[in-house]
């Protein structure tokens, strides 16, 4: 549909010039770093969240060393981002089931599997296989899935799960060429642009956008 390809070369685009630049875009992540990304990037400004990234992948560089790791140390660390004990909990937990179902350097072979992890769902399941082994998958969250509700004029309900009509032409959207920068660049736009107040005179897809259109301007 044109529609559809006029979305994702615009998101494309826009993520060429005003992509945010995090090291885990810039280098080749392993399953176990990316999942770690995405762990702390719930609810926390990603700006703030990197620095402390990088030190607590320094620190623990497989799943094994967080299982064996004090849960005070790992609040610590994650704590200076605002994220809290049920957090450390949940991450500590997760290592865990992994661990113990995996093998110490092992992962769940598909997202299915990743998702069914404590604390882990289908977003984060999503984004690791997409940006971590290459797998061509839609990621919606609460930010990206406002801009394709926004634009296709869908109703986004607050429970992603149940959105089926959302979900669909989320998948239906994803290029089978430079998924990675599509989805680098719908996170970008609904963190940058298409805000819960969003930016409609700066943003790229303003053009051909439902929600736009409708404010008749
Ligand atoms: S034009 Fe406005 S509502 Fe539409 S996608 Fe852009 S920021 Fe969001």
């Not at 069914?116 to 769902?121: C, D, H, K, L, P």
């Not at 994803?174 to 060429?177: I, Q």
């Given at each position: 549909m044109k529609l559809d390809q006029h979305f994702r070369d615009k998101v494309r685009s826009f993520y060429k010039t005003n992509g945010r630049l995090f090291f885990w875009r810039e280098r080749k992540m392993s399953p176990y770093q990316m999942l770690i990304v995405e762990m702390f990037l719930q609810k926390t400004r990603a700006e703030n969240a990197e620095p402390v990234i990088k030190d607590f992948l320094k620190k623990y560089k497989l799943f094994k060393l967080i299982t064996h790791a004090k849960e005070r140390e790992i609040f610590r660390i994650i704590s200076k981002i605002g994220l809290g004990k049920r957090r450390t909990k949940a991450l500590i937990n997760a290592s865990k089931e992994i661990t113990e179902k995996y093998g110490g350097e092992g992962f769940p072979p598909n997202e299915k599997k990743l998702s069914?992890?404590?604390?882990?769902?289908q977003y984060i399941s999503n984004a690791v296989f997409c940006f971590a082994l290459d797998k061509r998958l839609p990621i919606l969250d609460v930010n990206t899935s406002r801009v394709v509700s926004r634009f296709f004029n869908i109703k986004n309900d607050k429970?992603?799960?149940?959105n089926k009509r959302l979900l669909k032409k989320a998948e239906e959207l994803?290029?089978?060429?430079n998924f990675k920068e599509y989805n680098w660049g719908l996170l970008d736009l609904g963190a940058?642009?298409?805000?819960?107040?969003?930016?409609?005179?700066?943003?790229?897809?303003?053009?051909?956008c439902s929600f736009y259109n409708s404010l008749g301007r």
């Open positions: 069914e992890f404590n604390n882990v769902g429970d992603l799960r149940h994803v290029p089978r060429k940058l642009v298409c805000k819960t107040k969003p930016k409609c005179e700066s943003c790229p897809l303003k053009g051909k």
